[in-house]
């Protein structure tokens, strides 16, 4: 009989660590990419957009379609 400690699988600590990022995705269209910025104004929900929309983010808040 072996006498070997046990070991936790390393993969668990890191997949806690991931779960903790706020996953967004675009909302432009099909686009689907990760958005990381978000546009909210006072009483609307929020819009979430990535680098390559995140100019339509300004038009929300604008007000300007
Ligand atoms: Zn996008």
Redesign the pocket.
């Known amino acids: 009989m072996s006498d070997e400690p046990i070991k936790l699988a390393e993969g668990m600590t890191a997949a806690r660590q991931s779960g903790r990022i706020e996953n967004h995705v675009?909302e432009?269209d099909v686009?689907g990419?990760r958005a990381p910025f978000g546009f909210a104004k006072p009483r609307q929900p929020s819009h979430w957009?990535?680098f390559?929309?995140r100019e339509h983010g300004d038009s929300y808040l604008a007000g300007v379609r």
Request: glycine share 0%.
């Open positions: 675009c432009f686009c990419k957009l990535c390559e929309h």
